[in-house]
């Protein structure tokens, strides 16, 4: 499948995850429904793992590891934030400000991985920032 594909699985995903996740922590604390959430996530990497036959340990060694487990470091941390900060406010604030990870991921592609800043990305994170603020203060 496309990248965009994917890419639009995954906007239909988060869309409905985060009203779900919002909904059951209203009964059960953020770290529970984290835990669940997220072992579920677990579950489906491992299975897709061995499904696809993909060997894990040829990759502990080296700048990938170094990668892997900061991208895990800084997801936890991301994560957890997200799901006190639903757990405490409402989705249609807390939403759109953790939706500026989107802007900050831009930024750092442009500085460290060479990816290009034209005019019309510097328009749309500026637009970007414009529509959550006018959300998240509306």
């Known amino acids: 499948m496309h990248y965009l594909g994917w890419a639009l699985i995954a906007l ?4 409905i995850f985060t009203p ?9 604390p953020s770290s529970v429904v984290a835990m669940v959430a997220n072992g ?3 579950v489906s990497a491992v299975g897709l793992t061995v499904y696809e036959n993909e060997s894990v340990t ?5 700048r990938t590891a170094l990668y892997m487990v ?3 470091v800084f997801l936890a941390v991301g994560i957890l934030a997200y799901y006190r900060a639903l757990a405490a ?6 939403t759109p ?14 500085l460290f991985l060479d990816d290009s800043l034209t005019l019309q990305k ?7 920032v414009v529509a959550v603020y006018l959300t998240a203060t509306g």
């Not at 239909?12 to 869309?15: A, F, K, Q, R």
């Not at 406010?89 to 807390?94: A, E, F």
């Not at 400000?97 to 592609?109: D, K």
């Open 12 to 15: 239909v995903g988060y869309s």
């Open 20 to 28: 779900l996740a919002s909904l059951a922590m209203d009964n059960a």
């Open 40 to 42: 579920i996530l677990l």
């Open 58 to 62: 040829s990759y502990f060694g080296g």
């Open 70 to 72: 900061g991208a895990g």
């Open 89 to 94: 406010g409402p989705v249609s604030i807390v």
């Open 97 to 110: 400000v953790y939706g500026m990870f989107l802007v900050g991921s831009t930024a750092l592609s442009v």
């Open 122 to 128: 510097g328009a749309g994170i500026a637009l970007a």
